[in-house]
């Protein structure tokens, strides 16, 4: 009989979500209104309702399990992942874990800023529990693993965000935890690092010990886990076999509709917006299935700043469980005018891409010199559509997880005239300008 590390009974997790009474959100009124707050009584903060997290969650993890947690963002795997770590208390239920725990949860988690790589691997051991002859019979594997030998006693507030989870990883792996608790942080090595840190895992869970692993890459999923749980808004949808858990995730992971809003969604850190797309609509097709030997058409506004020379359209095409396919641009826009706001039509040409559903990122770029990318302004989930084979429209037909790789998409095309909409001194008036 499998011995038990992990029970976890009706965990629910309830956070207050905070809401601001006064609404005023211009520079002078938040100044006026945080010196008024210091000499006033009167809570600003008002409870809102409560959101959960996690929702009457219940399994078992045996010794030796490796189990992919996957989902889409906001589902609760970091949550759950925090309540095994026990970085956060459970509001219901109760978790019962057997063992030593080892978690790499976020990049430099249980990190001291200001301190070498050197002391920090000993600082991370203590947390975890290791005496220090412990940690140095265990050192020089940990910096040989990490491969930033040059870098040990340099402090890590100057590491990369790759070499910060190289060392965080490596410590984490070697110090050698009954459970292995690993969020997405991998993504951020680069892939020869990513391809060396599950043989590591693969290592542990070989030697007996239990790792538990979240991961937006279901290629990664399928190559280490034995089992998975899929969960969605809290609560587990699926818990089992690792392909069928991974086609539940694939066929739940993208809403596809033909509007996008962007103005919802969030950037990416460090883009400076000269410009801002507003949203996109696939065009004449609702449904957003296509056929295999299709154009996707699409209308894409945004909105311009600045004035702005040789801006692009890269269009990059993932697979619905965020797996590249490939990446297109467009030919440079014509000089674009700030304060302006545009409506362009483009063709997406898909007939390379497999059977299966797809997710879209758009960024408007520019490409220096040298080809290195200067993003203007990014997002995901830009499209989502799905491909099907034209001859056997009801056949089930897929790329194997395994061997995805890139195709080469034609460049996404503008198909007509712009135009644009005047917004200055609010006379919005349209405009049309030809290619």
């Not at 609560?235 to 809003?261: H, L, T």
């Not at 014509?334 to 299966?356: H, K, T």
């Not at 061997?403 to 006379?427: A, R």
């Amino acid at each position: 009989m499998s011995e038990k590390v992990i029970d976890v009974k009706n965990i629910s997790k309830r956070y207050k979500v905070l809401c601001n009474q006064d609404s005023s959100d211009t520079f002078v009124a938040v100044l006026f209104n945080s010196i008024k707050g210091a000499f006033s009584r009167k809570n600003k903060l008002s409870v809102g309702e409560d959101f959960w997290a996690l929702k009457d969650v219940s399994f078992t993890v045996n010794k030796g399990d490796r189990i992919g947690i996957i989902g889409h963002n906001g589902a609760g795997k970091s949550t759950l992942l925090k309540v095994f770590s026990r970085i956060t208390a459970p509001t219901e239920g109760e978790i019962q874990i057997k063992g030593r725990v080892s978690s790499l949860l976020e990049v430099g988690t249980g990190f001291n800023q200001e301190l070498t790589g050197r002391e920090n691997i000993y600082l991370n051991g203590s947390i975890l529990g290791m005496k220090k002859e412990e940690i140095e019979a265990k050192f020089n594997d940990i910096v040989e693993f990490s491969e930033i030998g040059n870098f040990l006693d340099t402090p890590v507030k100057k590491y990369s965000s790759g070499m910060y989870v190289k060392l965080a990883f490596a410590v984490a792996a070697h110090l050698d935890p009954d459970i292995l608790i690993v969020d997405e942080v991998l993504a951020v090595g680069d892939m020869k690092f990513q391809e060396k840190c599950l043989g590591k895992m693969e290592d542990v869970a070989g030697e007996g010990r239990t790792v538990i692993y979240v991961s937006h890459s279901m290629r990664t999923i399928q190559q280490l886990c034995n089992r998975v749980i899929v969960m969605d808004h809290g609560k587990i949808i699926y818990d089992g076999d690792v392909d069928e858990g991974v086609k539940i995730y694939m066929d739940n992971n993208n809403e596809i509709g033909d509007f996008v809003d962007f103005t919802k969604q969030e950037r990416r850190q460090g883009i400076v917006q000269a410009a801002s797309m507003i949203s996109c609509k696939i065009k004449w097709n609702k449904d957003c299935i296509f056929n295999s030997d299709d154009i996707l058409k699409f209308s894409l506004k945004w909105k311009a700043y600045k004035n702005i020379n040789n801006l692009r359209l890269r269009v990059e095409i993932l697979y619905s469980d965020n797996t590249p396919a490939g990446t297109t641009f467009s030919e440079p826009f014509e000089s674009i005018i700030a304060s302006n706001e545009y409506e362009d039509n483009f063709e997406l040409d898909i007939r390379s891409l497999a059977p299966g559903k797809y997710t879209a990122v758009f960024a408007l770029t520019q490409i220096n010199k040298l080809g290195a990318f200067n993003d203007i302004d990014g997002v995901g989930n830009a499209l989502n559509f799905q491909v099907i084979n034209k001859e056997e429209e009801h056949e089930k037909s897929a790329w194997t997880h395994r061997w995805w790789g890139h195709v080469v998409l034609p460049e996404v095309k503008k198909i007509d005239s712009m135009k644009y909409y005047s917004i200055e001194n609010d006379d919005i008036q349209e405009v049309s300008v030809s290619k």
